[in-house]
């Protein structure tokens, strides 16, 4: 697809919605007035991962009809070794959406230094300072070297029971004595899959948390389901006023990933944002 075609495309899209069409509709609750920001100051966006099933248009065009501002790109909606034409009219597209690209991953990193520069260079090419990743145990002496010379951050994302990084424990050991630019993705659903506590794994790990997957489950079980945020085992309130303690970081990506449902997850989405957003009222009334 062309990049004057996909921006053409786009705008129909949003056209179409701004012409009252119902399938681009947010709920009452998620039409904030442009002058108060209804997530508190925390950067609620979305891993694109969610809308998976969706060329990149289409979730982008979901997206914001959520009314959210950030996303997180992962490889199908944008892969990094994207041409520049490619990528100028990705950002173009969330440009008129008026979405930032604040994250992509998740990324693998191993000890090859000159395969783990490419995904630094194409957060430099993209404007982004966080990637989410799942690093080999002998890739952070080069990630030591990598998120100092290009001011980007590595974000060590869990992945659940039996993972490299299933634990607090894990990511704690990965990071002690590295830069302070290498640091976690918490992903609440996994860490409720491994029986852990999400909200510990943000107090514990403290400033080194730059990038949150937002989930929920509805078993602490390696086979689980995600389910609205709130309804199942994550405690939302817990959550957003640890993030509020340790300071989460204004760019940092904070991303609500809904992985059920793939076929349709918008409307489940926008349940997980009210939800998000009652949970920050209690926090920053």
Known sequence: ???????????????AAAAGATWFDA??????????DPYGGFPIGAQSYSLRK??????????????LHYVEMFRNHLAMDADDSTLKSTLKVLADA??????????AFTADHAANRKP?????????????ANPEPDSFDSLDKLVAEYNVRICIHNHGPGALYDTIESVENAVKGRHPLIGACVDTGHFIRSK??????????GPRVFAVH???????????????????FLDLVAMFKMLRKIKFPA??????????????PVDDMKQCLVAAREAIAKVVS
Do not use: C, W
Request: cysteine-free; overall charge positive; glycine content about 6%.
């Open 27 to 36: 709920p009452r609750v998620l039409r904030a007035a442009d002058t108060k």
């Open 251 to 264: 760019d940092g990506a904070l991303s609500l990933e809904y992985e059920a449902n793939p076929d349709n």
């Open 1 to 15: 697809m062309t990049a004057p075609f996909a921006r053409r495309r786009f705008l129909a899209l949003t056209a």
């Open 196 to 205: 852990i506590d999400p909200v510990e794994a943000v107090r514990r790990l």
């Open 120 to 132: 630094f260079e194409f957060a430099k090419r993209a404007g982004f300072k966080n990637i989410t």
């Open 214 to 232: 937002l989930k929920d489950e509805e078993k602490q079980e390696a086979r689980s389901r995600n389910v609205v945020i709130g309804s199942g």
């Open 54 to 67: 969706f060329e990149m248009l289409e979730a982008v065009r979901h997206i914001q009809g959520m009314g």
């Open 98 to 107: 008026q979405i930032t690209l604040n994250a992509h991953g998740v990324t």
